[in-house]
Nanobody, 132 residues
Framework: QVHLVESGGGSADPGNSLRLDCVVSGDVYTNDCMGWFRQAPGKEREGVAG????????AYIDSAKGRFTIYHAAAKNTLSLQIDNLEPEDTAMYYC?????????????????????????WGQGTQVTVSS
């Protein structure tokens, strides 16, 4: 079992930055893949970033590259997502998730780690609203 609690959401102006945190507890050694997802009203949940905490392999959707950074602080059991140069299109509920990593890497890993169906454990979400 894994328990995830997100924080750090809120309202921000376009162009500003936010950092989302997710404190992870429980069987983090088995569930060594983690990801950040977002869901805007009326849209499907989409994976924006994922990481294999054992070998620090990271993956991002194309629209997140250059603005989003995912990182894991093992000592604090915290998964974070830094979002720079916020855009109104970033407005959504953001969720962190955890599951056991697959054995493969490369493109297959990227597709897996950004797919919501890959994950067994989810947090409750934190809202991000970007508007001027």
């Amino acid at each position: 079992q894994v328990h995830l609690v997100e924080s750090g959401g809120g309202s921000a102006d376009p162009g500003n930055s936010l950092r989302l945190d997710c404190v992870v507890s429980g069987d983090v050694y088995t569930n060594d893949c983690m990801g950040w997802f977002r869901q805007a009203p009326g849209k499907e949940r989409e994976g924006v970033a994922g990481i294999s905490t054992g070998d620090n392999i990271r993956a991002y959707i194309d629209s997140a590259k250059g603005r989003f950074t995912i990182y894991h602080a093992a000592a604090k059991n915290t998964l974070s997502l830094q979002i720079d140069n916020l855009e109104p299109e970033d407005t959504a509920m953001y969720y962190c998730a955890a599951s056991k990593c697959p054995i493969y890497r490369g493109l297959l890993f990227t597709r897996w780690v950004l797919a919501a169906k890959s994950y067994d454990y989810w947090g409750q979400g934190t809202q991000v609203t970007v508007s001027s």
